[in-house]
């Protein structure tokens, strides 16, 4: 089998890969060159500046496996991959401790303004009291985030002294305290608190500008941002506002929300927080090291050798692993995702453990394979990298969810049945789903209500007391924007006088009309659902 290696990786990748297959490393290839060479090639690695778009994927009629010797593969069509049957991996985790480091080293280095110091002197001026510095030591720092990288800077930061205190909605209680991190509840509590912030999020709709105008406006004056993780993430005109006037002490930055493509001797770049002087900046080095580029290069020799034998490999997409019956099973994986995926747009409070019940006929079948379509959905909403069916596990590990998967041979009412239990810190939520035939998926229970409706791309689920005037009302409001009501489902509780209503609608609801909704008398919770 051939490889072809269109970007420099560590040697001893190069070295594990030759023992058992044929190696191209061709660097100076065009986008053209590309094309025309590479049906050749049995696996094609690449860094970020190689782009495997659809048009390259359909020339590798040889194409077995595409590896990204890094973490992102924004530069692969992973959809056209993935229907061409072409396992992608990457190598999520090899750049951990360069990039907890790095943050290590921005501290340290705002903290006592080594870079201002060192320009100062390098330009022949010794000023000393220019430069007074302060104290990591009994600091409170917070890290937004508690993954595999904001875990290991909270590791380091212990071992500084540091009064280390976290944010993260989606890691267990128990994950704090094995790590000895003081959990925080909101945004809010860590700007009042905060004297050091380090930001380790995903970049989501729900985590860009998390660190707004608002929130800098709440911060302590001796409040200190370092950013290793991805621009954006920070409003950076919020930010520069903030210290430039003084109002927060300064920010270490390594990310920027739009960065320049390097080229040979540099690429051009200009921002407005480059004029600050309380403010130090480095060009995307978390990953940077010799260390981790030659994890990076290991690692994706590993995967790609490994995936090119057969077997099972942590694959970006769902290829690599071997399931008999796929096709039988197929209504079932995609019900299963879609169950998983309702669990953080009904709830928030992150999850302590899933018990997920097969009944009936399903519970025949390989159910490990659902579960792990579960378990995808589930945290497909809250992680930045994209979950597949060899890395779920080990994400459900790290954040601590314990998972039971049970079977009963026989069940009322339904001639197959996926039940969920899920247990957060306050209650266990329930949610159940069947396909009826073939393929016709069906929700039956949702929060412990019993329901019966399709899952659609835009749904409105409604939590009320069960009173008169309340389905017109909301009806009322979806119609003045213009918002179709295609199907209705009421299900009440009648001992607890309340009832949930699921509208499948035929758009996205505006903030504006779900906020008139939630304010209704009678309406207790209301979630949009956009599978």
Request: glycine share 8%; net charge neutral.
């Amino acid at each position: 089998m051939k490889i072809l290696v269109t970007e420099k990786i560590a040697k001893c990748g190069i070295e594990l890969l030759r023992k058992d297959f044929e190696v191209d490393e061709r660097t100076d290839l065009t986008p053209q060159a590309l094309l025309e060479c590479i049906g050749e090639y049995d696996a094609l690695i690449v860094r970020s500046a190689t782009k495997v778009n659809a048009e390259v994927i359909e020339r590798g009629v040889n194409l077995r496996v595409i590896g990204r010797a890094g973490t992102g593969v924004d530069n692969i069509d992973v959809e056209t991959a993935t229907r061409k049957g072409i396992i992608v991996v990457n190598t999520p985790e090899s750049n951990n401790v360069s990039t907890a480091e790095h943050t290590i080293a921005l501290m340290l280095a705002l903290a006592r303004n080594i870079p201002q110091a060192y320009t100062t002197l390098k330009s022949g001026k010794w000023i000393r009291s220019k430069f007074k510095g302060v104290e990591l030591y009994s600091k409170t720092v917070v890290i937004l985030g508690l993954g595999r990288i904001g875990s290991n800077v909270a590791t380091r930061l212990k071992a500084l002294g540091m009064n280390v205190m976290g944010y993260d909605p989606y890691i267990t209680d128990e994950r704090f305290e094995r790590l000895g991190v003081k959990r925080l509840n909101s945004i809010e509590e860590v700007m009042k608190v905060a004297d050091f912030i380090t930001i380790h999020l995903p970049k989501t709709d729900e985590t860009v500008g998390i660190i707004g105008e608002k929130e800098l406006a709440m911060a302590k004056p001796n409040l200190r941002i370092i950013n290793c993780a991805r621009g954006g993430l920070v409003d950076e005109e919020a930010l520069y506002n903030a210290l430039k006037s003084g109002r927060i002490a300064g920010a270490a930055i390594d990310v920027f929300e739009k960065e320049p493509k390097e080229m040979p001797g540099g690429a051009d770049f200009s921002h407005k927080l480059l004029e600050l002087e309380n403010v130090i900046y480095t060009p995307h080095l978390g990953a940077s090291t010799e260390e981790a580029q030659e994890n990076v290069g290991l690692e994706i020799a590993k995967q790609v050798s490994e995936a090119l034998k057969g077997n099972i490999v942590n694959a970006v997409n769902l290829h690599g692993l071997h399931v008999r019956n796929i096709h039988a099973l197929s209504p079932f994986l995609k019900l299963a995702e879609i169950m998983g995926r309702l669990y953080y747009r009904a709830e928030k409070l992150p999850v302590q453990k899933v018990e997920i019940i097969y009944s009936g006929d399903i519970a025949k079948q390989e159910t490990k394979i659902i579960t792990l379509s579960y378990l995808s959905g589930l945290l497909e909403p809250i992680i930045e990298e994209r979950v597949n069916f060899v890395n779920v596990e080990m994400l459900i590990k790290d954040r601590g969810i314990e998972v039971i998967e049970s079977i009963r041979s026989e069940v009322d009412h339904y001639t197959n049945l996926i039940t969920v239990k899920v247990t957060n810190s306050k209650k266990q939520v329930t949610f159940a789903g069947t396909v009826f035939g073939k393929d016709e998926i069906r929700i039956v229970n949702f929060g412990g209500y019993e329901v019966d409706f399709e899952p659609t791309p835009y749904m409105l689920v409604i939590q009320n007391y069960d009173r008169p005037g309340v389905i017109g009302k909301i009806g009322t409001i979806l119609g003045n924007e213009n918002v179709n009501i295609e199907t209705m489902r009421v299900s009440q509780n009648r001992k607890e006088g309340k009832a949930l209503m699921v509208l499948n609608v035929d758009q996205e609801v505006s903030p504006q009309a779900l906020k008139q909704i939630e304010m209704l008398d009678n309406v207790l919770r209301v979630s949009f659902i956009k599978l």
